[in-house]
């Protein structure tokens, strides 16, 4: 068994580990350290992490939230679709116009609504 083989592997590894390493050690060693009671607070989502469990709280954030991560994942069904659209012919075409339809209108409902609104 020849151990030339794996010397590309060895140094891939060794690449990516300092990489990943070396930046951290450099801003741990070079970074500047000056802790306040500010930094050290926790936070966490807008409120004290540790205050009473039955407080009320602003579910606008995690709304908000939930509205990004579901129209973001909508539209990256687009890539695919782009690139396969002349295989896919017209009816790709026109099922991907229905489906953008439909998040027309669920985003315009969203608007309406004021679910997007900040204040």
Do not use: H, T
């Amino acid at each position: 068994m020849n151990l030339d083989s794996y010397l590309p592997v060895l140094l891939f590894i060794l690449v990516g580990v300092g990489v990943g390493v070396a930046p951290q050690v450099l801003g741990y060693l070079l970074g500047p350290n000056r802790p306040d009671a500010q930094k050290n607070a926790p936070y966490e989502c807008g409120f004290e992490a540790f205050e009473d469990a039955r407080m009320k709280f602003d579910v606008r954030y995690y709304l908000v939230a939930i509205l990004f991560i579901l129209f973001d994942l909508e539209i990256a069904f687009l890539f695919p679709w782009a690139i396969a659209l002349k295989e896919i012919g017209a009816v790709g075409f026109w099922a991907m116009m229905i489906f953008l339809a439909i998040l027309v209108v669920g985003f315009a409902y969203e608007w309406k609504k004021g679910a997007l609104d900040w204040e």
